[in-house]
């Protein structure tokens, strides 16, 4: 095995055998089946153009393989290697071209961290939910299996309650701690959809409006800057000025250095240059002017998940047809959350961008589950289909008798307006 420099003293033991036991962590889990995923984050100087290494297991013709994948500025170089041979490019890559390695078993994530002084800490965390998801795959890895992007013992967690003081979840925290995982997962495949990277050493830039106790502005700056190895610089606005100075200070206390809160109301900010923008449950037209910031300041990923819908519902004039569904009250306020989100869509897409609405964690974890996704194209819109789009925001408008819809005013206001 490569080790780091070795000196004799016993920081330098401790700083191999930590090492040591991740490989051994890794080499147990390749044999017994529990392997899930690996991922080589961080680059060195020494890495070039190479930001990233995951690595998944395979079989090709009846020989156990890890499948490396090196994802450079601008491409992609893969390469199938018998276990043995992967385990040993990865021990060289890492701390010469990589300072963190991210282990995912089926029972266990595990993370080791070489600062550039070469001190190395290993985080260990039991992870026990994805175990039966994990059976069902099939034993030749040919299929993504599910996967958690945060370890349960990131220290963010910790200093946000989601953990005690031993890593362990706090029980009244395990719906956040799913929803911040499932929506670290949208993120990372949005990311890709989008082909997001660092420009010339640039910071990706995120703002997360209404960003509360900053659970997911934390986990996404977090999954940037050790998931994906990126340089970050990610501002959480929030109107609560309590909740700012405590979660400035929680991000403080963890090192997570480019991470900011702000005191300040969506209407009023808006930053210049934003590469993913974020609205989880900012209220009513709150998240139509955090949408209207994250198109203005060219965001290629835009998460938002809507939350309580007023603007529209006393608008609708109910079409006779669907007066007998919608007199009733529950049935009229679902059908105006849909109608609110569906133009809030379509609007996105007649600003270039490819979107889509889904559940993002099931109800029996939290009622405000719906989230709206887009993904700046990266080729322009045609034009028949921009006519197109306006012509169904319209048509939909006129059928329900709606007057004004707030993201439309914004987006047809003059830019600076
Ligand atoms: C339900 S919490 C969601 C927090 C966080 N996004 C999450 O999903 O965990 C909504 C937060 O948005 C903040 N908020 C509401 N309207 C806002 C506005 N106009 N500007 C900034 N923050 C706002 C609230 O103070 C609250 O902390």
């Keep these: 095995m490569t080790a780091p420099p070795l000196s004799a003293d016993t920081d330098a033991l401790a700083d191999l055998a930590r090492r040591e036991r991740f490989f051994d962590a890794l080499r147990v889990a390749l044999g017994d089946g529990r392997f899930k995923r690996l991922l080589l984050a961080k680059p060195r100087p020494g890495a070039g153009e190479l930001q990233r290494v995951s690595a998944r297991r395979l079989d090709l013709r009846g020989v156990p393989c890890l499948q490396l994948v090196h994802q450079h500025r601008t491409r992609e170089l893969t390469e199938n290697l018998p276990l043995d041979e992967a385990v040993a490019r990865i021990d060289t890559l890492l701390g010469t071209s990589f300072s963190h390695a991210h282990l995912s078993t089926r029972d266990e994530e595990l993370q080791l961290l070489i600062s550039k002084r070469g001190k190395v800490a290993l985080h260990?965390?039991?992870?026990?939910?994805?175990?039966?998801?994990?059976?069902?795959?099939?034993?030749?890895?040919?299929?993504?299996?599910?996967?958690?992007?945060?370890?349960?013992?990131?220290?963010?967690?910790?200093?946000?309650?989601?953990?005690?003081?031993?890593?362990?979840?706090?029980?009244?925290?395990?719906?956040?701690?799913?929803?911040?995982?499932?929506?670290?997962?949208?993120?990372?495949?949005?990311?890709?959809?989008?082909?997001?990277?660092?420009?010339?050493?640039?910071?990706?830039?995120?703002?997360?409006?209404?960003?509360?106790?900053?659970?997911?502005?934390?986990?996404?700056?977090?999954?940037?800057?050790?998931?994906?190895?990126?340089?970050?610089?990610?501002?959480?606005?929030?109107?609560?000025?309590?909740?700012?100075?405590?979660?400035?200070?929680?991000?403080?206390?963890?090192?997570?250095?480019?991470?900011?809160?702000?005191?300040g109301d969506v209407r009023d900010v808006a930053p210049e240059r934003v590469d993913v923008m974020i609205a989880l449950h900012a209220c009513d037209t709150a998240t139509d002017h955090a949408l209207h910031a994250g198109v203005r300041a060219g965001a290629a990923v835009i998460l938002s998940s809507p939350c309580c819908h007023k603007q529209i519902r006393p608008q609708i004039s109910l079409p006779p047809l669907l007066r007998p569904m919608l007199k009733h009250g529950i049935h009229l306020g679902q059908e105006a959350e849909m109608l609110t989100d569906s133009l809030r869509a379509l609007l996105l897409e007649t600003q270039g961008y490819d979107t889509q609405v889904f559940e993002f964690v099931s109800l029996e974890h939290t009622s405000k589950n719906k989230m709206i996704l887009a993904v700046k194209r990266r080729q322009p819109l045609p034009a028949a289909r921009l006519q197109a789009l306006h012509e169904q925001i319209a048509g939909i408008k006129a059928f329900y008798g709606i007057q004004e819809h707030c993201l439309e005013t914004l987006l047809q206001a003059p830019a600076g307006a």
């Design 124 to 263: 260990r965390a039991r992870v026990a939910d994805d175990a039966a998801d994990e059976a069902a795959a099939p034993a030749d890895g040919h299929v993504r299996s599910k996967r958690r992007l945060l370890a349960l013992d990131t220290p963010f967690l910790q200093a946000l309650g989601v953990t005690d003081r031993a890593g362990a979840l706090v029980p009244a925290m395990a719906r956040k701690w799913k929803q911040i995982n499932k929506f670290v997962e949208v993120l990372d495949h949005a990311l890709d959809e989008a082909g997001l990277a660092p420009r010339e050493g640039q910071p990706v830039r995120v703002v997360d409006f209404g960003a509360g106790k900053g659970y997911l502005t934390c986990a996404t700056h977090h999954h940037l800057t050790h998931g994906r190895g990126w340089p970050a610089q990610t501002l959480g606005v929030e109107l609560r000025a309590e909740l700012v100075a405590q979660v400035n200070e929680a991000a403080a206390q963890c090192g997570l250095e480019g991470l900011s809160f702000q005191c």
